[in-house]
C-alpha cells in the first residue's frame, strides 16, 4: 500500500470503559525491541492508563515507555497525566531504558494527601520516575496501547509488548481489542491471553 500523509495515534489498544471505580492499576512488561529502520522524526509510547472525565474533558494518567521521545533516539520511561485546567500535560523525570528491561507502570490513589500517583520502575536498575495528578475525577477507563507518531510503515514500531502479572483495585476490566485500520502497519493484533492479567500487543516486528 502507498499512504501519502504518515499516520500518528492509537494504532492497537486493549480497553475497558465506563467502568465503576478503578483506584490502582499495576502492570508489568517488558521493553520490545527498538523499531527496525525508523525516521527520525518516529515516536512511540507503550503504556498502560487510567482516564477520567472532568467537566472540561478527559483527563489520561500513564507510565509511559517512550522511543524516541524529543529526538532521543533511544528507550525512556516516564509517568504522564494531562491535560491539567490549563490544558496542559505533565512529565515526570524520565529514566533510562535498555531492550529487555523489566518495567513496572503503576497508577494508584493516595488517600492522604488525596492524589493519584503515577510511577514507572525499571526493575532491573531500580531507576524510578513518579509524579502526582490530585484528584481529576473517578477514574471510569483503564487502557494498555501502543500510541505512536509520523509512522510510515512496520520499521518505524518496536516489537510485541507483553502486559502480564496486572493488578486492580476497586474495579477489574473485561479486556477488550482494538486495532486501528487507518495505522499503516501490519501484524498489529491484541492477544488477550487470559482476563484480566495478561494481553500482548502484537506488531509486524
Known sequence: MNYCTKYSGWAEKAYETNADSFIKFVAYWSCPSAPPSPSSDV????????????????????????WNYAGSGRWTGAPWWGPDENNQYHRGGPIEISVGDSL?????????????????RNQDTSST??????????????????????????????????????????DTPIWKGDVDENAPLSGLNVEIVSQPDRVILHTAN
Not at 515516536?43 to 517512550?66: K, M, R, T
Not at 497508577?107 to 503515577?118: K, N
Request: with cysteine.
Open 129 to 170: 520516575s513518579v509524579i502526582y495528578a490530585g484528584n481529576p475525577g473517578i477514574m471510569e477507563d483503564v487502557f494498555l496501547a501502543l500510541e505512536v507518531y509520523n509512522v510510515d510503515d512496520d520499521n518505524d514500531v518496536p516489537g510485541d509488548t507483553d502486559f502480564h502479572s496486572m493488578t486492580f483495585e476497586g
Open 43 to 66: 515516536v512511540d509510547y507503550l503504556f498502560n492508563a487510567f482516564q477520567c472525565y472532568p467537566s472540561g474533558g478527559p483527563v489520561i494518567l500513564q507510565p509511559v515507555l517512550e
Open 104 to 120: 513496572e507502570g503503576k497508577i494508584w490513589w493516595e488517600p492522604s494527601p488525596q492524589v493519584y500517583a503515577i510511577q514507572i
